[in-house]
């Protein structure tokens, strides 16, 4: 992932003294993933982030899963969601299996009096619409439509809107969310042939620092559960940090596209991985330049993967009737492919405006009740000619 970064102010060694203008000690705290063997980063607080006054009761935020077994292609209107004041309230997750959920999110309000921490998954929030400041105890990230954000577990963080008219789309991932290895050396730096590089990746800028002890709320998600746990300091309260493991944000406005002069396959328009489902993004670009290109995908069977897009903005080239926040599933073992017309109406296009978060899973997604809430149940449909 992004490499090491430091903010604020931290001691010139690891695991030493390291004291405060009245004397005491800052908190060192290592905030470590896999074991002690992964990325990791060391924080310094202002007090022990261990103070708990609280816990209230637990309650369940888990995916009501109506169709487990799903066979059939599908249309989710995404935009149909209801929005909602409050922002982990407004999370909706719709597709979801062990290695990965997503949501959509409508909030239409900022976080005031609570924080939020994932503990259980990584989260790659993209956002459609909204702008604002994405508050973290590693520092701030402003953001606007068509930012990545990825938060790993651990990151405490706030949403504060600048807009009331917000629109997330949500992927959490219980293994790590990570720049696809193809694109990185040795070293862990972005190659040449990667589709962005550091200068795109926008880490944390602005470290607030505050002491202020109370009653501070923290809401945790892990396992399908929220547990209110109650701080006596506020978790914002870091003097410094360095490390590797921290939020991020890159736009799909930076992603630049690599074409060809026949049809490109889906992995070229990769931005991220984990083990067993991979994220890539359809940006504007040129099309296929060799004299008989045919710039439209073909037919294609996905054997072992199950297929999701997530349309953003622009005309989808491959289909017919598509809208913005329409999300797709393609199920693997069955063909899909171009709309009717749209095969003979990509030749000779120079260009396309399309933008698309794409999710492939390898492991099949379940599909909630609030899902279905939002579907077109005739999608599955829509391949025959004259529909
Ligand atoms: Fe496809």
Not at 111 to 139: C, P, Q, V, W
């Amino acid at each position: 992932m992004p490499h090491y970064h430091r903010l604020g102010h931290i001691p010139p060694k690891r695991h030493i003294t390291f004291r405060r203008p009245d004397g005491g000690l800052y908190a060192e705290q290592l905030v470590s993933t896999e074991g002690f063997s992964d990325l990791y980063s060391l924080v310094y607080h202002c007090h022990p982030p261990t103070q708990v006054l609280k816990i209230d009761p637990a309650y369940s935020v888990a995916p009501k899963v109506a169709d487990p077994d799903n066979m059939q292609h599908r249309l989710f209107k995404g935009l149909d969601v209801v929005p909602d004041d409050d922002y982990l309230d407004s999370r909706v997750p719709v597709l979801v299996n062990t290695d990965c959920h997503i949501s959509l999110a409508a909030p239409r309000q900022s976080m005031k009096d609570y924080f939020f921490k994932n503990s259980g998954a990584d989260e790659m929030i993209f956002i459609h619409r909204g702008e604002g400041i994405l508050k973290t105890m590693y520092g701030n990230i402003p953001f606007t439509p068509g930012d990545h954000l990825v938060i790993p577990r651990g990151v405490v963080y706030q949403f504060r809107f600048s807009s009331t008219d917000n629109r997330l789309f949500i992927v959490e991932s219980p293994q790590p969310l990570r720049f696809p290895k193809r694109y990185v050396n040795k070293a862990g730096q972005l190659l040449e042939n990667a589709p962005y590089c550091e200068r795109d990746i926008r880490k944390p800028q602005v470290l607030e620092t505050h002491e202020d002890k109370g009653d501070f709320l923290v809401k945790i998600k892990r396992d399908g559960k929220i547990w209110p746990y109650h701080y006596a300091a506020h978790p914002f309260d870091l003097i410094g940090w360095d490390g590797f493991h921290y939020p991020f944000a890159l736009s799909i406005h930076d992603f630049e596209p690599i074409t060809g002069r026949i049809h490109q396959p889906p992995p070229m328009h990769q931005t991220f991985e984990t083990p067993s489902f991979v994220v890539c993004a359809f940006v504007p670009r040129l099309y296929d330049y060799h004299p008989q290109a045919i710039p439209a995908p073909y037919n294609h069977s996905n054997v072992d993967s199950d297929e999701v897009l997530y349309y953003v903005d622009g005309d989808f080239m491959s289909r017919n009737d598509i809208k913005q926040g329409y999300i797709t599933l393609h199920p693997k073992g069955i063909v899909h492919g171009p709309h009717p017309g749209t095969v003979e109406r990509s030749i000779g296009a120079k260009e396309t405006k399309e933008l698309a978060v794409m999710i492939d899973t390898f492991r099949p997604l379940m599909i909630t009740e609030q899902a279905f809430a939002i579907e077109d149940p005739d999608y599955w449909r829509s391949w025959l000619e004259g529909k």
